[in-house]
């Protein structure tokens, strides 16, 4: 088992940044692949970002340039450096842990944090 605690969230006007957090316990977590997901109210949960085991980043378009994900697998813990934050970046964020699979979807995606909410004000 693996329990993932996302933290950070907050409101913040658009053009801001916020750096979200994501600290693991269980399992090893350097064998994981992290992602993040957000969902909208009344939209479906898509993908963000993910980093790979071996540090490799995966970004969707919407947030290229903008985001930046981490991870330390000493403190067992991944970031989401969000920049010139919009207020279509409005969401629950939340973190996942997957062992195979697409970083891409969420079905590859194992274990959930309860996620955090970023509210980005015009």
């Known amino acids: 088992q693996v329990q993932l605690v996302e933290s950070g969230g907050g409101l913040v006007q658009a053009g801001g940044s916020l750096r979200l957090s994501c600290a693991a316990s269980?399992?090893?977590?350097?064998?994981?692949?992290m992602g993040w997901f957000r969902q909208a109210p009344g939209k479906e949960r898509e993908f963000v970002a993910a980093?790979?085991?071996?540090?490799?980043?995966y970004y969707t378009d919407s947030v290229k340039g903008r985001f930046t994900a981490s991870r330390d697998n000493i403190k067992n813990t991944v970031y989401l450096q969000m920049n010139s934050l919009k207020p279509q970046d409005t969401a629950v964020y939340s973190c996942?842990?997957?062992?195979?699979?697409?970083?891409?979807?969420?079905?590859?995606?194992?274990?959930w944090g309860q996620g955090t909410q970023v509210t980005v004000s015009s």
């Open positions: 269980g399992r090893t977590f350097s064998n994981f692949a």
């Open positions: 996942a842990a997957s062992v195979s699979g697409s970083p891409f979807y969420s079905r590859d995606y194992t274990y």
């Open positions: 980093i790979a085991s071996a540090g490799i980043t």
